[in-house]
């Protein structure tokens, strides 16, 4: 019950347009497609793959949100809008993360292990970024809107070429 309401709460602090917890809870996809995740993400683990599968492809269908039950996302993630958003099988999301609508954690290989980012703690992806590979965004990193990233950035102060 305390996640549920951390849940609410990031979104009532980071979205201005957010009134009240009974309206983020029913209306909010980002909130929906966590919540569905967490459970998707336990049958992962427990090896329950194809229910897994299923369950994230309707979470999908519904939100516009796709994250792939293999992923692993941190506390007080805030999906702002949500449509468009895919988040890959080996992206890891660190705690505090906002991500805008049509973002893409996206591998580049087709080799099998880790092909999809990490993005560390209290990172903002811009609206339409794409975070393509096993790279690392260091904490604290901002990635502006529709910039395409590739390589690791480990300092925020790298990440000013991308905004």
Known sequence: MSRFLEDLAVVLKKDPAAR????VALTYPGV??????????WLWLKHVRLA???????????????????????????????VGVVIGETAIVGDDVTIYHGVTLGGRSLEKGKRHPTIENNCVLGAGSK??????????????ANQVVTRSLSQINEVEFFI
Request: proline share 2%.
């Open 32 to 41: 929906h497609a966590l919540w569905n995740h967490r459970i998707e993400h």
């Open 20 to 23: 009240n917890r009974i309206e």
């Open 52 to 82: 897994a599968r299923i369950m994230a492809n309707y979470t999908r269908s519904k939100t516009g949100i796709e994250i792939h039950p293999g992923a692993t996302i941190g506390r007080r993630v805030f999906i702002d809008h949500g």
């Open 131 to 144: 975070i393509l590979g096993n790279i690392t965004i260091g904490a604290g990193s901002t990635i502006g």
